[in-house]
């Protein structure tokens, strides 16, 4: 197999993720093979990680496109279910998966992260890439590049998909199922999903067309429930039985009534994309994507009266205590979507003295519904966001120097009922990766930003300017070892949702939110191990004003909403190792772990969190990923997640995890079984979550899901 990339300063040696290995400690340029090269800068000043389509095909059970990330260090993505579409969040070393701004998400650059709001309900936009598209995801980590803005302080994903060098055609089917248990609900979930592509190369075009639909039922997401105390002595309700007695995540005694929110979904996608080399040294590419989503979630009441009649209205008595229940306590919804992303992008490919790239790129909610039966219509139609970048490089001749600078428009605009908003950010960035000597390596570069918010429910804008300074060094000490260090800072604006949602009612909005600061650094040890390589990195944040949902206990009356948190310190240590062909030819060991210590240091509006973990960032984090070619014919692999405890709330009052609305520990384990009959046909089975592990992140997760799939490849 080829490599796909060579690493740069920031990985030294190489790639530490799941790229295959990598044996050059003295390289130091990222080195793209393949016609669809990535959007990362040239010189990658930091940790970076990868996986290919390969290794994708041969270890993954790949329903969603999020799927690829599963066992990359310190990464989890918070997918509830095969198809969900919005709370899948990424969260990264110091970010937790409540914190969806604090990352970046592109395919082939068109922007897929939903940066309106920063929350489970603003999640990348998943939905626009494929599993069966994709060449190659890279992961860079921290904001230790100049090119991007603040949102890149976790982490920034970028996908690669696919363009064809000869006519190629694909079809992939499959099906899954899993017997879903909990509460008083037991039932079996599945669905099924199929797509087909085409694509050719003709002289200087290359064309690919691609189209998939995915048929999903995915368990029940949330659960109508009632505090006992919130029940009145007496009589006067209908008595009912079938409420589940159970605890909340503040261990207070509640009942479960019933389940709500059992997701069908249909989703279509379809992708048209083309390239053309203008002359040799100059290539346009334009890419046109198509999403729509229709997804229905029923409710199932738990509560029977006397006849065994289905309740779900009214006052009803358990136990002795009355309940009054109320529209949204079983509340039924439809969504219906289409989204569609263009991107069109210049290139100049010379690889001489100078080149050059300008970029656009625009997102569309054309149709954006969700009907409520107990709060109505939510219409979103004409949100959006849309970009513009221009990018130079300059080699000069005769020195060792690679400077990159650009020039950047980040546009961003929310259309509700309710709420209407505008964000805007100008960025102007230089960095220059400085070939010291045949053993050190600089990345000295700086971002300047001019940030802009409007709405017509406030009276005056907002518009910030500010300073990123970003700095990485590295020195290979001999020909097994290397060192590094990164330093950067970060400013991630309040979002559009932040500010203004529901500003006109005064309620939820705060357009005076301060943007969050960051400065990140990290210190890395990288060791080549054969064909393999083991990384150990310290890293550390300090997150000034960052911005979490919170009650301001210090006026009366207590208001609650987005608010400044002022310190948040988080240490941490991350090792992870890359050992192709170990042990035996054929095998193939990745594995990860991650202690992080993220502590709130100071939180002058609410004391009480003051000394407590940063929400949904546990403790310790591991990944381990086997896979192993039998012969020509069989491969396998198996992989395992663990996550520690988490806590979903500030000053971590919400002890038990293990309950709807918690955030639980879990270890997970997946396996994947891999047969090829010829050139053209494979299929594969899989199961994921083998130990049918329970486990919650607000939401329940998926239980054990089996996976069959049949693919043909021309």
């Keep these: 197999m080829k490599k796909p990339i060579l690493a740069t300063l920031a990985v030294a040696a190489a790639l530490p993720g799941m790229a295959g290995a ?10 793209i093979i393949g016609s669809r090269p990535a959007t990362l800068p040239l010189e990658i000043p930091t940790t970076t990680e990868s996986i290919t389509a390969a290794q994708i095909a041969r270890s993954i059970n790949a329903t969603d496109s999020e799927d690829a990330l599963k066992y990359f260090p310190s990464l989890n993505v918070r997918k509830r279910y095969i198809g969900d579409h919005d709370h899948a969040v990424l969260a990264s070393r110091a970010s937790g998966t409540g914190n969806s701004a604090r990352s970046l998400v592109y395919a082939d650059g068109i922007l897929l992260s939903n940066l309106l709001g920063n929350g489970a309900t603003y999640t990348p936009r998943w939905g626009l890439v494929t599993p069966e598209e ?25 996908y690669v998909t696919r363009m064809p060098r000869a006519f190629e055609a694909h079809v992939k089917l499959q099906g899954y199922t899993q017997r879903y248990q909990q509460y008083n609900t037991t039932d079996r979930f599945g669905g099924q999903s199929g797509s087909a592509s085409l694509g050719s190369r003709e002289g200087g075009l290359s064309w690919w067309v691609h189209v998939s639909r995915l048929d999903s039922e995915g368990q029940p997401i949330t659960f109508a429930n009632k505090r006992v105390s919130q029940g009145t002595v007496g009589s006067s309700g209908v008595p009912v039985t079938g409420a589940v007695a159970d605890r909340n995540p503040s261990n207070q005694a509640w009942w479960i009534l019933g389940d709500t929110g059992r ?3 249909v989703q279509d996608h379809a992708k048209l994309k083309l390239a053309y080399d203008v002359t040799p040294a100059l290539r346009a590419s334009y890419t046109l994507g198509y999403w729509r989503n229709d997804t229905r979630r029923e409710v199932q009441s738990y509560l029977r009266d006397a006849a065994g009649n289905t309740i779900t209205t009214g006052t009803v008595n358990i136990e002795g205590r009355d309940y009054v229940l109320t529209p949204g306590d079983f509340a039924s919804s439809r969504a219906r979507l289409a989204h569609v992303a263009q991107g069109l992008s210049l290139k100049s490919q010379t690889r001489g003295e100078w080149d050059w790239e300008a970029a656009a790129s625009v997102y569309d909610y054309a149709r954006d519904e969700l009907r409520n039966s107990a709060t ?11 970009t513009l970048a221009v990018k130079g ?14 020039l950047q428009r980040d546009a961003f605009k929310l259309r509700t009922q309710a709420t209407a908003g505008a964000s805007s950010l100008h960025s102007l960035w230089v960095q220059d990766a400085w070939h010291i000597s045949s053993d ?3 990345v000295l570069g700086a971002r300047v930003e001019q940030w802009e918010a409007e709405s017509p429910s406030v009276a005056s804008a907002r518009r910030e300017n500010r300073f990123s300074p970003k700095l990485a060094i590295s020195h290979t000490v001999d020909d097994a070892w290397v060192l590094k260090a990164s330093l950067g800072r970060a400013v991630r604006a309040p979002t559009v949702v932040e500010l203004y949602q529901l500003a006109s009612a005064g309620t939820l909005g705060d357009p005076t939110l301060r943007p969050e600061t960051s400065w990140t650094g990290e210190l890395t040890a990288e060791r080549s191990i054969g064909m393999g390589l083991l990384r150990t990195t310290f890293f550390a944040e300090r997150t000034d004003d960052a911005l979490y949902s919170q009650t301001n206990v210090t006026v009366t009356p207590n208001v609650t909403n987005v608010q400044n948190v002022d310190t948040i310190r988080t240490r941490g240590l991350e090792v992870a190792l890359q050992w192709p062909h170990a042990l035996l030819r054929g095998l193939d060991l990745n594995a990860s772990v991650t202690y992080a210590d993220s502590i709130i240091t100071k939180n002058d509006k609410f004391p009480a969190s003051v000394g407590r973990w940063q929400p949904r960032v546990p403790r310790w984090r591991a990944t381990a990923l086997a896979s192993y070619k039998l012969d020509d014919h069989w491969s396998t692999s198996l992989g395992v997640r663990y996550s520690g405890r988490q806590y979903g709330t500030l000053d971590n009052s919400d002890p038990n995890g293990r309950t709807y609305m918690g955030v639980s520990s879990f270890l997970v384990a997946d396996v994947r079984l891999v047969y090829r009959f010829d050139k053209q046909w494979s299929a594969a089975l899989g199961i994921d979550n083998l130990n049918n592990e329970r486990y919650w992140a607000f939401h329940p997760y998926t239980q054990r ?3 069959a799939e049949l693919k043909f490849d021309l």
């Design 22 to 31: 990598q044996t050059a400690p003295e390289l130091d340029r990222v080195t």
């Design 134 to 158: 994709i060449d190659r995801v890279d992961v860079l980590y921290g904001p230790f590049s100049a090119a991007y803005p603040g949102n890149s302080v976790g982490a920034v994903v970028d």
């Design 263 to 265: 997701s069908h979904t």
């Design 376 to 386: 109505g219509l939510t219409d979103m139609k004409g949100t959006g966001w849309n």
């Design 393 to 406: 490089i300059w080699r000069p001749i005769g020195t060792m120097h690679t400077v990159e600078a650009g």
């Design 440 to 442: 050190w390596r600089a």
């Design 705 to 707: 899901t089996f996976n």
